[in-house]
């Protein structure tokens, strides 16, 4: 799967809202999407290549539980990006973009107001 950047420097630029905010949304809503797809792993992390837009699920089977109770080490990390995952992944990144982009927003809004406190 992979994003158009080009629109997401624009966001950038007309929202005035940090790249690093906008990647780290739109991964944290595709982790999300991830996450509802039968048969995730819980140990998973979504990473958007920030030159091309490639966005990429790393999964790991969960670490054993050993004989005295204790968590073993995790396996190598793996892709898993599931297939046909794009049309989910988009329709619940533009929910999750939107709220964050409202939060944004409102704090904005709230900093002008706060600023403005006592003129």
Do not use: N
Not at 19 to 35: F, G, K
Not at 78 to 100: E, H, K, S
């Amino acid at each position: 799967m992979d994003i158009d950047m080009t629109a997401l420097r624009l966001l950038e630029r007309e929202r005035e809202i940090p790249m690093d905010v906008i990647v780290q949304a739109i991964e944290q809503a595709l982790l999300s999407a991830y996450q509802k797809v039968e048969g995730h792993y819980r140990d998973a992390r979504v990473e958007l290549d920030r030159k091309g837009g490639h966005v990429t699920v790393w999964a790991r089977e969960e670490a054993p539980l050993l004989e005295d109770g204790t968590r073993g080490e995790p396996g190598p990390e793996f892709d898993d990006t599931p297939a046909g995952f794009g049309r989910v992944a988009a329709a619940t990144a533009r929910q999750v973009i939107t709220q964050r982009m409202r939060e944004l927003e409102d704090d904005a809004v709230l900093g002008d107001f706060r600023a403005r406190e006592g003129d």
